[in-house]
């Protein structure tokens, strides 16, 4: 299983499959197209079934059942693409073997160091097989590391036919990192009772909750006035925006929040003296708490509208996902059998609230109630991203009992 991961993996990171907020098209890079095209072939070859894509680049596939009970039919679920934040281009996987579990220098020319300084839980994976960046580039285990650990884990469901098993599907999407990942998913195509993504960080991880989000971007309109004679006439609008800012609690802010604590995020500022425009999202687990928030946002800004005049303010605010927790409580017993999969593989399950959104917060909302587990990857999105290869095989080996347990519940 080994060699066959690490083959994998490093096969899909070499495609650059950053996606493109602003693009308008799904998938919204081309790069993402490139992928899906390979991963199709990848299904086909290795014997999958009704392996399919759509206009949009979602890939499907099925693995029959090869029991005659009644099982649940169970999908699995891992995006394409990858962050926006950093370049994910000749991305050059870097294989440490039996790693020593030191300081890694990822790039002798760059100085760039993987540093337990920075990253307290490197020696841990002394004796691991480790994948690594060059130091110029993301790694790209989120989410090609999920890909890899499912189709490995198919594979092996169908080169051991011993393994009983329900109907089990198997999607790969565009453009979850701009936040569209199941926004074109067919759920009703998809056909499956529930789901996991495997999407999530270190071994062990198993998420249920998430964040409620919403965004908001409050606009301010000032009058621009040549200064010299701008007495009682000038309206700065940066000074407006300025204002707004100091009215949230400093400490209800991400810097100053962990666990179930929700905030106000301030993501940007731009303006100047005729137009202003501050851009928040609002995130909290409890739906109450969030609504409070919500209704938070909207008394500052009537505030700045009883000081300087209805035209002067303009608030935009949107919902943008919501717990999932809420859609996968009534069916906890999905995530009781992720729990007892890892269990039974010797793995300490992490169960713990996403501090953000993943596809399954949308999906679980679209009616596919869709918990997240862990790839065994490490500081996503940067160049300090890596995986350890032991823990890759952990996670495959987890899908695997997945299916196992629905067969023989
Ligand atoms: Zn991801």
């Known amino acids: 299983m080994r060699e066959e991961i690490i083959d994998r993996f490093t096969t899909y990171v070499q495609l650059d499959t950053q996606s493109n907020e602003d693009s308008k098209e799904t998938p919204s890079t081309s790069g993402q197209w490139d992928l899906i095209h390979l991963l199709s072939d990848e299904l086909k070859r290795i014997g999958m079934e009704d392996v399919v894509f759509d206009e949009n680049g979602y890939l499907m596939a099925t693995l029959p059942s090869n029991t005659n009970k009644e099982v649940p039919t169970i999908g699995f679920l891992a995006h394409v693409d990858t962050a926006t934040d950093f370049t994910g281009k000749n991305v050059k996987p870097q294989i440490v073997e039996n790693f020593d579990g030191n300081d890694l220098i990822l790039n002798q020319a760059l100085n760039v160091v993987l540093s337990s300084k920075?990253?307290?839980?490197?020696?841990?994976?002394?004796?691991?097989?480790?994948?690594?960046?060059?130091?110029?580039?993301?790694?790209?285990?989120?989410?090609?590391?999920?890909?890899?650990?499912?189709?490995?884990?198919?594979?092996?469901?169908?080169?051991?036919?011993?393994?009983k098993h329900g109907k089990i599907r198997v999607a790969f999407t565009p453009d979850e990192e701009i936040g569209r990942g199941p926004h074109k998913f067919d759920v009703e195509?998809?056909?499956?009772?529930?789901?996991?993504?495997?999407?999530?960080?270190?071994?062990?991880?198993?998420?249920?909750?998430?964040?409620?989000?919403?965004?908001?971007?409050?606009?301010?309109?000032?009058?621009?006035?040549?200064?010299?004679?701008?007495?009682?006439?000038?309206?700065?609008?940066?000074?407006?925006?300025?204002e707004f800012i100091t009215k949230f609690p400093e400490?209800?802010?991400?810097?100053?929040?962990?666990?179930?604590?929700?905030?106000?995020?301030?993501?940007?500022?731009n303006g100047d003296?005729?137009?202003?425009?501050?851009y928040y999202i609002i995130r909290d687990h409890d739906k109450e708490k969030f609504e409070e928030r919500k209704t938070t946002m909207q008394k500052f800004v009537q505030e700045m509208?009883?000081?300087?005049?209805?035209?002067?303010?303009?608030?935009?605010?949107?919902?943008?996902?919501?717990?999932?927790?809420?859609?996968?409580?009534?069916?906890?017993?999905?995530?009781?059998?992720?729990?007892?999969?890892?269990?039974?593989?010797?793995?300490?399950?992490?169960?713990?609230?996403?501090?953000?959104?993943?596809?399954?917060?949308?999906?679980?909302?679209?009616?596919?109630?869709?918990?997240?587990?862990?790839?065994?990857?490490?500081?996503?999105?940067?160049?300090?991203?890596y995986i350890s290869v032991n823990n890759m095989e952990k996670a495959s080996n987890v899908i695997v009992e997945i299916c196992k347990l629905f067969e023989a519940e």
């Open 118 to 163: 920075d990253f307290p839980e490197l020696p841990s994976y002394k004796g691991h097989t480790l994948i690594t960046t060059d130091g110029t580039t993301l790694l790209g285990a989120d989410n090609k590391a999920g890909i890899a650990e499912i189709m490995t884990a198919m594979n092996h469901l169908i080169q051991h036919p011993e393994i």
């Open 189 to 242: 195509r998809f056909d499956a009772t529930y789901a996991y993504t495997v999407d999530g960080g270190p071994l062990g991880e198993l998420q249920y909750e998430s964040f409620n989000a919403a965004a908001a971007k409050v606009t301010f309109k000032g009058n621009s006035v040549h200064p010299g004679t701008a007495k009682n006439k000038m309206v700065n609008a940066a000074k407006l925006a300025t």
């Open 251 to 269: 400490n209800e802010s991400p810097e100053q929040t962990e666990g179930y604590e929700g905030f106000y995020h301030l993501i940007s500022v």
């Open 273 to 278: 003296v005729e137009n202003a425009m501050v």
């Open 305 to 385: 509208k009883e000081t300087y005049g209805d035209a002067a303010v303009e608030l935009n605010m949107s919902d943008q996902y919501y717990n999932m927790g809420e859609k996968i409580e009534p069916v906890l017993g999905i995530v009781d059998i992720a729990r007892q999969a890892m269990e039974n593989l010797d793995i300490d399950p992490i169960v713990e609230p996403i501090r953000g959104g993943t596809d399954g917060s949308q999906l679980s909302f679209m009616g596919l109630p869709t918990p997240n587990i862990f790839t065994g990857g490490e500081n996503f999105h940067g160049k300090f991203e």
